[in-house]
């Protein structure tokens, strides 16, 4: 939080009234402590000036005093002491003698303060060898009362003088301070505090010298030096605004990446909760932007695929990464969604680990492949059965050659022979008219029968064979023609198309021993981009096993072996559309099987 900087000191708080303060203390403690000193070395001077004295007065006038004493001269001895009261300090004397005489001048000293000394009186007499006599005493009475009054007048010259002094020394320094310092600070006070991102291009200027610039100073000191954060400090948010903005646009292509990405992309958390998607993810899944909290990895992702996707989350989580691999996603409705996945950590180090997850949609990929698999197999299959009908046109061509001289010899033979021997030969020439249709079959399996193509209306030739067909029709199958457009003429060869409804017919017949019905239904379709008829022969038959299915349009494969089934019809079916530029198609289940005839209606 920024607190509001003051904008003024009240004059207390200011440096120069505190430095004020302080040197005033200081003088002040330092003053007394001499001038307490000065007045203790004076005292003892007094002291030892009185002791001085009194000494003086022992040494010149006991001797005198005891001569009067002795020789009882009151004169001489009130003399004496009134001249012992000239002395200074000395403010009272008493004598008192041995004949018990007694004098006092002066006073007592209050309380006793003072000095009180008491000399032995002795008399010596004219002889040195005469034995000193003591004949009385004297007491001198001192007072302090002058020494202190000279300590008290000399403590306050001291005091007043020095306390001038002292004042006028310290605003003299408070002067000095403040044109040197203190205003400076206070410059530097206001620059900082207007100092801002904006302000930091304005250097510090104290402006201290006019004129040629004297050495650096501590001020100037701390006005390169705050010049010098200055500096420093619109470096770093010059180098900080630039890597905000590489920052911010690197995190602007991030997003747009991840925004734009047609891969799914999400970040997890450790524990598998979804943290973001992009919308190619949520797309993919189904699942709207608010539903982002309750989405989880093991949630998301198909039951059979779920302990593989977690030992690739353990496998990225210890290295950083995993492997590409094969998954289903759960979408919102319950489908699986197959994509390919992978996983690996993202964030700033030291910063908790999350996980991205790319998962791209491969339906479309999985579909193309399943495509052109089954284009491969088609391919190789319709290698086979031209092969196959090669072969058998090549061995048709053969039997035809053989068939017709056999027919022709029959004919003559049956005309000119009679009786039994004319009806053999009828019955050969009949064998080898089915061995020639045969020979038709088989070359239309090859694709070398020679089509008569002409403009004919489609429906009615599949009403005409639908009545051919009921002379085949079992009693308990019933038959329908259903009509959805009304433009059902193409150009086709008549008798070919009429061979492959027929042929369609008749399985749907033989499929339905239990009866049902068989719908023949015609409509408009496009063939290969181009206008096309559609012919659909359903039954409710019991279907095609899944096993024989890919099999059925192969020559010679028969369900019905040695039933009279050549196994040539739906290869023939299948020849015929091949022939007309056109495709066969077959829809099977155990409720009934759909054949589909799809044709141009103009060849090529």
């Not at 993810?281 to 539903?291: H, S």
């Not at 080898?432 to 489609?458: M, N, P, S, W, Y």
Request: proline residues 5%; charged residues 25%.
């Amino acid at each position: 939080m920024i607190r509001d900087y003051p904008q003024g000191l009240p004059e207390s708080r200011r440096l120069s009234m505190r430095l004020l303060a302080l040197i005033l203390l200081v003088s002040s403690v330092l003053t007394l402590t001499l001038t307490a000193w000065q007045l203790w070395a004076d005292y003892k001077r007094d002291i030892e000036g009185i002791e001085e004295r009194l000494q003086v007065l022992e040494h010149a006038t006991l001797r005198p005093l005891g001569n009067s004493v002795w020789a009882l001269n009151e004169e001489q001895i009130r003399l004496l002491l009134a001249g012992m009261l000239n002395l200074d300090a000395v403010v009272g004397v008493a004598l008192d003698t041995d004949q018990a005489r007694h004098y006092f001048l002066g006073e007592m000293p209050a309380d006793n303060a003072g000095i009180t000394r008491t000399y032995a009186l002795v008399h010596q007499g004219p002889h040195p060898t005469d034995k000193p006599l003591q004949i009385g005493t004297l007491t001198v009475y001192t007072s302090l009362d002058g020494v202190y009054a000279r300590l008290l007048d000399r403590a306050a010259n001291i005091l007043v003088g020095q306390a001038l002094k002292t004042f006028v020394v310290s605003v003299f320094i408070l002067l000095i301070v403040q044109q040197l310092v203190t205003r400076h600070l206070g410059r530097i006070a206001d620059y900082a505090r207007q100092l801002s991102a904006q302000t930091l291009d304005r250097p510090l200027q104290l402006q201290r010298h006019r004129g040629t610039p004297p050495a650096p100073d501590e001020l100037d000191q701390v006005e390169s030096a705050i010049n010098f954060m200055r500096e420093s400090l619109l470096e770093d948010m010059q180098r900080r605004a630039a890597a905000e903005q590489r920052l911010h646009a690197s995190e602007e292509r991030y997003r747009q990446l991840f925004r734009s990405s047609s891969d799914g992309l999400c970040i997890l958390d450790p524990e598998g909760h979804l943290i973001q998607a992009n919308p190619a993810f949520l797309a993919m899944l189904g699942y709207p932007p608010d539903q982002l909290p309750e989405l989880t990895l093991d949630r998301m992702t198909a039951e059979p695929w779920r302990e593989a996707d977690a030992q690739h989350v353990s496998r990225a989580l210890a290295t950083g990464s995993s492997e590409e691999y094969r998954k289903d996603l759960l979408g919102r409705d319950g489908r699986n969604v197959p994509v390919s996945a992978r996983l690996w950590i993202v964030g700033a180090p030291g910063a908790a680990r999350l996980l991205m997850q790319r998962a791209r949609d491969i339906r479309q990929e999985l579909h193309v492949e399943g495509e052109r698999l089954r284009l491969a197999q088609q391919k190789q299959e319709a290698r086979r059965l031209e092969a196959v009908g090669t072969l058998a046109g090549g061995v048709a061509h053969e039997f035809n050659n053989l068939l017709t001289p056999i027919k022709g010899y029959a004919e003559l033979i049956a005309k000119e022979a009679e009786g039994s021997t004319a009806s053999r030969a009828e019955a050969i020439v009949h064998a080898a008219e089915r061995g020639r249709r045969l020979v038709e079959k088989i070359l239309l399996l090859g694709r070398k029968g020679a089509a008569q193509r002409v403009e004919t209306d489609v429906a009615a030739l599949t009403r005409e064979t639908l009545e051919m067909a009921q002379r085949s029709r079992p009693a308990h199958v019933r038959t329908g023609l259903r009509l959805e457009t009304d433009q059902t003429r193409a150009v086709v060869d008549p008798t070919q198309l009429h061979e492959a409804v027929m042929n369609l017919l008749l399985n749907a017949f033989a499929a339905m021993p239990n009866g049902g019905d068989v719908m023949v239904t015609i409509a408009s379709a496009e063939c290969d981009g181009k206008p096309g008829l559609l012919i659909s022969v359903a039954d409710q038959g019991t279907g095609i096993a899944p096993e024989v299915l890919p099999r059925i349009f192969e020559p010679f494969y028969s369900t019905n072996g040695g039933h009279g089934n050549s196994g040539l019809g739906l290869a023939v079916v299948n020849g015929i559309m091949a022939a007309h530029g056109g495709k066969v198609g077959v829809d099977s289940s155990p409720g009934g099987t759909t054949f589909t005839l799809l044709l141009p209606r103009k060849p090529e």
